[in-house]
């Protein structure tokens, strides 16, 4: 079936800290991947996405790069900031677009001044 | 313009009471998603619409829930009777549906209602 792996959290970070979250995939067919986040007291909202191998989503400083061969979308970001304190999900679809998005158990990330 | 609107935010209910949350999607959005989110977890989708008919309700324990869209609008889902299991965050998400040119494959969510059963 299709899921996704998520490095388990919370983690706390200072500021300016470099960030990756790992995120892999099991899919069959050849699925869109993106970083959803949830800031505190908000509602889930997209981060980025990439829909085919290689490509690279970005957004707010946040990068992740869609690797086949390794089926995994890692979240990365050179320097957070302490207004990046959220939960991320990684998910994927393989309907074409986001109908059917599976979603993995997110990572609480905090980052202290 | 405005987000994808749920209410009520928080419900406390006994075990056994029935509870229905509403949803009203976003303007022009065809698809409308219910999605349950245990604590520690990733959401989990239980129905999607499209417009008024649901095309994905496999994950819907149906012997106990119900959802309905009547007027491919706003949406309600509901549990009867509900049991201590039930409690977590049910999200609501719309999205413009297949076809529409401005469909990014984004969905757009709610702030969710939190039920806890007692």
């Known amino acids: 079936g299709n899921s996704v792996t998520q490095m388990e959290g919370p983690v706390t970070l200072s500021e300016e800290a470099f960030l990756t979250i790992n995120c892999t995939y099991t899919?069959?067919?050849?699925?869109?991947l993106f970083w959803y986040v949830q800031y505190p007291g908000e509602g889930l909202q997209l981060l980025l996405k990439a829909t085919k191998a290689d490509d690279k989503g970005s957004n707010k400083g946040f990068e992740a790069t869609y690797r086949k061969e390794t089926t995994s979308f890692h979240l990365e970001k050179g320097s957070v900031q302490v207004s990046d304190s959220a939960v991320y999900f990684c998910a994927l679809s393989v309907q074409g677009g986001s109908e059917k998005l599976v979603f993995g158990k997110g990572m609480k990330l905090t980052v202290n001044p | 313009e405005a987000g994808v609107v749920q209410s009520p935010r928080y419900k406390i209910i006994e075990k056994k009471q029935p509870v229905a949350f509403w949803c009203n999607p976003i303007s022009g959005h065809n698809t409308l998603y219910w999605y349950r989110q245990n604590l520690g977890q990733g959401p989990e989708l239980l129905i999607r619409y499209e417009n008024e008919e649901a095309v994905d309700d496999s994950q819907l324990p149906k012997d106990r829930f119900s959802a309905e869209r009547l007027k491919g609008v706003d949406s309600t889902l509901k549990i009867q009777p509900a049991e201590l299991g039930d409690s977590a965050v049910y999200l609501c998400?719309?999205?413009?549906?297949?076809?529409?040119?401005?469909?990014?494959?984004?969905?757009?969510f709610g702030e969710g209602s939190r039920l806890t059963v007692l």
């Open positions: 899919a069959t067919g050849y699925p869109s």
């Open positions: 998400a719309s999205s413009p549906g297949a076809g529409k040119g401005y469909n990014t494959g984004e969905l757009f």
